[in-house]
């Protein structure tokens, strides 16, 4: 039987970035999860500076358009609108493309609140959003010395995709068979 070599590449690395200022009087989401804190990151939709940069990390890997170009900030449509969706939207794009997710690395640089007694529930979170295990998503938290940056968040994103190939989804199919 003839076949055509798959001409995409079998690995793809995603970067994204983003930042958010803070404000009072509205709640903190990151990596999915609302944390308790005196302020929230104040932004059209709700300002979820680690699912932004996580998703343009995606959008990125397959060369797609960005998260402001597929979701406008001048869109009524996401005023408010739960991150979580622009992620999902990108998820579904990668698999489309034929790639699922290796793994993810993730930085967040903010002042305030500490994120380690967070780190696990943020790393499970977004684990589930992304439908990988929890150990493939990593999360370090820095304190910005020095960057006079103390009333934003800041998150730093790479993911690595692997192609999917039809023989592994006819063993991952064999193995549910079994
Ligand atoms: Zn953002």
Redesign the pocket.
């Known amino acids: 039987m003839a076949t055509t070599k798959d001409q995409r590449p079998r690995t793809r690395i995603g970067y994204g970035w983003?930042s958010?200022e803070f404000k009072r009087g509205i709640p903190l989401k990151i990596g999915g999860m609302t944390l308790p804190h005196n302020k929230g990151l104040g932004?059209h939709?709700d300002?979820?500076?680690l699912l932004?940069a996580l998703t343009d990390a995606l959008l990125g890997a397959i060369a797609a358009p960005d998260?402001g170009t597929l979701f406008s900030p001048s869109d009524p449509r996401w005023k408010g609108a739960d991150s979580a969706v622009f992620l999902a939207e990108s998820l579904k794009r990668v698999r489309a493309a034929g790639y699922a997710i290796a793994n993810v690395d993730s930085t967040l640089i903010l002042s305030a609140p500490r994120i380690d007694p967070h780190a696990v529930d943020i790393r499970s979170k977004v684990a589930e959003l992304l439908d990988i295990p929890v150990e493939c998503v990593g999360l370090k938290a820095k304190t910005p010395e020095g960057m006079g940056t103390e009333n934003a968040a800041i998150a730093h994103v790479v993911v690595l995709l692997e192609r999917k190939t039809r023989a592994s989804a006819e063993s991952r199919r064999r193995v549910r068979q079994a």
Do not use: K
């Open positions: 983003d958010h932004g939709s300002g979820d500076v932004h998260i």
